[in-house]
């Protein structure tokens, strides 16, 4: 039994695909989890109650813990240490080993020219002061021999239907619907973008590995390290459109946010999108041979969903 943890999000609903490829029973647990394969087990359970948490993981060889709160730091501060604790409890009782799918906000903001999964741990915004928190909980339990876990990290991620993502919000689905594309601050800084795809498909390759464990991975993501202009300039060529861009700037993200409510959140992480943005996954690719999908090619599928 393999037991998805947060089921109903991005990488829940491509993981448990990933994952029924390898013959796998999988348990999709989320408050209100929907079947992606026919075979599937369906766990309703709150993240935030250790008793339902607990039932949810009971049974399983590895829980993946994917899942996703309102973007809002106050949320954050209070949901995420409770789940992570749960998890880890509940994975330690039952001898299930934990996989967290995270992303980089904990590094030191004055590296995020060259993100690897060796880059300090120094977070500027409060979210990143979360992150990091919950990821040292996991690592103090393996290094006191609780549990076997490993992190998996993503850079900001895009791909087919993928919600809450700034790349396909503010320009594909705005460039289908002939909307002139939105950069968040500086349309010419490069940044790392992970595409969903390789993500899921690498977390379950990974968990397969038996000398992956107990350490942290940054999953395949491409590095062509394109600027938000470079992009609209990739997707108005396969839509034949201009690459005309809008930028916001930093004090408009309120009123933006009324529209997109993961908008009101980016200035606490605006260090990210004013400069250039790299996130290193040489481990994985010179470890194991995974390789991240151009970023072209991953562009024209999102636009061909």
Not at 62 to 69: E, H
Not at 152 to 170: H, M, T
Not at 207 to 213: G, K, N, V
Request: net charge neutral; charged share 20%; glycine share 4%.
């Amino acid at each position: 039994m393999q037991t998805i943890l947060g089921a109903g999000g991005n990488i829940g609903k491509l993981l448990a695909n990933d994952l029924s490829k390898g013959n796998s029973t999988i348990r999709l647990v989320s408050r209100n989890p929907q079947k992606v394969n026919e075979s599937d087990h369906l766990f309703p359970a709150n993240l935030l109650n250790s008793e339902e948490t607990e039932k949810a993981i009971a049974g399983s060889e590895i829980a993946y813990l994917v899942a996703g709160i309102p973007y809002k730091a106050k949320t954050w501060q209070e949901q995420w240490p409770v789940i992570m604790r749960n998890c880890l409890d509940a994975c330690t009782k039952h001898k299930v080993r934990l996989v967290f799918f995270d992303n980089m906000y904990m590094y030191d903001h004055s590296q995020i020219n060259k993100l690897t999964e060796d880059t300090p741990v120094n977070p500027l915004s409060k979210k990143g002061k979360v992150r990091a928190q919950i990821a040292q909980m996991l690592m103090d339990d393996v290094e006191k021999g609780k549990l076997d876990a490993m992190i998996c990290r993503a850079a900001d991620f895009y791909g087919p239907n993928a919600i809450n993502s700034f790349l396909n919000e503010s320009v594909i689905k705005r460039m289908l619907e002939g909307k002139k594309p939105q950069a968040l601050i500086n349309a010419n800084a490069k940044h790392s973008f992970t595409y969903t795809p390789d993500a899921s498909s690498a977390t379950a390759f990974l968990a397969s590995q038996s000398d992956a464990w107990n350490q942290v991975w940054h999953l395949p993501t491409s590095s062509e390290y394109p600027s938000i202009q470079q992009a609209v300039d990739i997707i108005a060529k396969f839509l034949k459109t201009d690459n005309k861009i809008s930028i916001l700037p930093s004090w408009s993200m309120g009123i933006a946010g009324l529209f997109i409510p993961v908008l009101k959140e980016i200035p606490e992480l605006s260090y990210q999108l004013e400069k250039d943005y790299c996130f290193d996954s040489s481990k994985i690719e010179k470890k194991f041979g995974l390789k991240a999908t151009p970023f072209e090619m991953g562009l024209k599928a999102c636009l061909e969903t």
